[in-house]
C-alpha cells in the first residue's frame, strides 16, 4: 500500500503538551482492530482519490480551487453584467408603479461595484429606482439586500450610474426595477438563457420576471409572497468590481 499522503518517517517527532510530563512507564495500547481500521481508510481514501490527490498543485486545496475555477466560469472583472440574453438591444419602456425583479445568476463570489441603466429619451420629473433582492429559496425574490438601492433622475437621457459596494456568493438574485412614469429606456432583449421560472408547457418561452404593482417609494424591504410570472427584457445591469 502506498504511504500517503506523504512518505512516513521513522522515528517520528513528538512533543508533550504544556503541563504534560512525559511519564516513560506509562504505555499506550492500539489494537489490531484499530490499526486494521485505520488501514481500510486510508486505502478508500486512495481509491477515492488516488495516491497523489494534489497533482502538480501546492496541496489538495489549491487543486480543488482551480478544478472550481475552470468548471464555472466567472465575471470578467471591470465588465457590466446582467441577466444572459441572446439578441439585440433595443428601446422599450416599462409600466409605472409595477416593481420588476429580473433573475440574476452569479456564478461564483462576486463582488459588483457599480449599479445603471441606460435612459434612451428624458422624461422630466421622472425617478427610477434600482436594486438587488436575494432569492428565497424557492426561485422567488426574497429580501433587499442592504446598501444596493439606488435612485435615478430621467430628466436627462443617456446612462444612469450609482457606486455600490456589495459582495454575492455563488446563487440567484434578482435585478429590481421601479419607475414613478412609464420611461422610454435602454434594454437588452429577445432570448434569455438563465429564465430560471421555467415555462407552462414545453413549447412555451421560459420565464425570468416577477412583478407586482407598488407605488413609487423606497423599495420594500421583502418583496413579498405573490406576484406576477413574465418574460422580460432586462434593464438593470451591474458592474465587476476591477
Not at 499506550?28 to 477515492?48: M, P, Q, R, Y
Not at 466560469?73 to 420588476?100: Q, R
Not at 434578482?174 to 421555467?198: H, I
Request: with cysteine.
Amino acid at each position: 500500500m502506498a504511504k500517503y499522503p506523504n512518505e512516513i518517517f521513522e522515528p517520528r517527532e513528538k512533543e508533550n503538551r504544556p503541563g504534560v510530563t512525559y511519564d516513560p512507564n506509562k504505555k499506550t495500547v492500539l489494537f489490531v482492530e484499530d490499526i486494521k481500521t485505520l488501514d481500510d481508510e486510508v486505502k478508500a481514501i486512495e481509491t477515492e482519490l488516488g495516491t497523489n490527490p494534489k497533482g502538480d498543485f501546492s496541496s489538495v486545496k489549491e487543486r480543488l480551487e482551480k478544478l472550481a475555477a475552470v468548471a464555472i466560469v466567472p465575471f470578467k472583472k471591470g465588465s457590466w453584467v446582467h441577466t444572459p440574453i441572446v439578441g439585440s438591444t433595443a428601446s422599450t419602456s416599462k409600466f409605472a408603479n409595477i416593481l420588476y425583479c429580473f433573475a440574476f445568476l452569479v456564478p461564483v463570489k462576486t463582488s459588483f461595484d457599480k449599479i445603471g441603466i441606460r435612459v434612451q429619451g428624458a422624461y422630466a420629473g421622472g425617478l427610477i429606482r434600482v436594486g438587488i433582492y436575494n432569492d428565497n429559496g424557492n426561485i422567488w425574490p426574497g429580501d433587499l439586500i442592504p446598501g444596493t438601492e439606488r435612485e435615478f433622475s430621467t430628466d436627462t437621457s443617456g446612462d444612469k450610474i450609482a457606486d455600490i459596494d456589495v459582495t454575492l456568493e455563488p446563487g440567484i438574485y434578482w435585478l429590481a426595477f421601479l419607475q414613478n412614469a412609464s420611461v422610454n429606456l435602454f434594454f437588452r432583449a429577445n432570448a434569455y438563457l438563465f429564465a430560471p421560472l421555467g415555462s407552462s408547457s414545453p413549447i412555451d418561452r421560459s420565464m425570468n420576471t416577477v412583478s407586482r404593482g407598488f407605488n413609487y417609494n423606497s423599495l420594500p424591504a421583502s418583496f413579498g409572497n405573490t406576484g406576477t410570472i413574465d418574460f422580460s427584457d432586462v434593464p438593470v445591469s451591474l458592474r465587476v468590481k476591477p
